[in-house]
């Protein structure tokens, strides 16, 4: 997500400051070519120097008066090239001298001469966070570019709970990572379905499939991070919600079925259609008409009970009859003829577009790889990371809404 770029991390003194050791890492795998880190003195309180140097493999800079800089300006030398400047966590006392414009220490003069986005991942004390010069100094701060992560509510290590904990480092890495791309899908409205269903048996038991949900939820964050007004319908998945997006958790088809169109009645009474409408959900086909009312037990010498199966209803197609349909896009899994069986489901679906692989061997992997079927013929994706899959047809999407 961050391939080849270089991050400057700044520090601050706040006792999240070690989840800043955690997010070098998060900031590296995610592809950052460099992360230089600057702490302020009151950072070193909680963290020494020396992790961050071994962690990022680059010196650890604090004093302004470091003459490790040939020309002694380490607050100009170092945002030169960087592609942003992330301060996490950045305290309520930094976040107020760099409303008030203050170049007191190098982090702070750094940031007041940067030439590149600079983002803050707020840390503090929920009094603290509400407190109205904090909310004074986070409005200037937004109005003047800077982009404020956060923060989340949670536990907090005085002991108390609410608002100001700082984000996850993953979760900054994110909002880090949606700041490079290009809001191509800004004012659109997404609507996406993604997970397996789960069709009851009786109480206890039910047909499932081994749908992990990644592949959709990957796509719900590209198309967020694309500028797209984001809702996501989920079966049962064992996966975090993806930040700025609304998710509607479901269990089985008919309730998937219904929540879907009540998205799309609702968006269409109150004037903001959706735009794009995206099935990757796995639906299972059918469901089980004699549901036990209580759980069926397994007795000797006796038949198990036959189950009587009914036809789920097509979400997809359903919503591509509407007359308000938005652009529709389906996925399929198919275990053998792969583009032969997505051509014709594209056009039993009736949809412009219809993605899809070869499973079931890609079930719950963190890579794939797709097949685009249209009218025109098919395109391959080739094998990679699900995110970055995700990102490939946020733009494929944007690009074909463009032209619709």
Sequence with gaps: MLDGKRIVLGVTGGVAAYKAAELVRELQRAGAARVQVVMTGAATRFVGPVTFQALSGEPVFVDAWDARIPDNMAHIELSRGADAIVVAPATADFLARLAHGRADDLLSSLCLARECPLMVAPAMNRQMWSNAATQRNVAQLAADGVAVLGPASGDQACGEVGLGRMLEPLEIVEEVAARFV?????????????????????????????????????????????????????????????????????????QMHDA???????????????????????????????VGASKWKKEVNRHPPALELAENPDILAAVARRPDAPYCVG?????????????????????????????????GLDDNELLLVD??????????????????LAAEFAERLARS
């Excluded at 098919?378 to 990371?385: E, I, M, V």
Aim: net charge positive.
């Design 182 to 254: 290009p809001r191509t899908l800004a004012g659109r409205r997404a609507l996406l379905t993604a997970g397996p269903t789960f069709e009851p048996i009786d109480p206890v038991r039910g047909i499932t499939n081994r749908s992990s949900g990644k592949m959709g939820f990957a796509l719900a964050r590209a198309l967020r991070d694309a500028g797209a007004d984001v809702v996501l319908v989920c079966g049962p998945v064992a996966l975090a919600g993806p930040r700025g997006v609304r998710r509607i958790d479901v269990e089985s088809a008919q």
């Design 375 to 392: 009218a025109h013929g098919s395109r391959r994706l080739a094998r990679a990371d699900k995110n970055a899959l995700a990102r490939a």
């Design 260 to 290: 879907v169109m009540a998205e799309l009645d609702g968006a269409q009474r109150e004037g903001s259609p959706f735009d794009l409408f995206v099935g990757v959900a796995a639906v299972a086909d059918w469901r089980v008409a004699n």
């Design 331 to 363: 996925f399929a899994a198919e275990s053998e003829k792969l583009e032969e069986h997505a051509a014709a489901k594209r056009v039993r679906k009736g949809v412009p577009l219809l993605v899809a692989n070869l499973g079931p061997a890609t079930f």
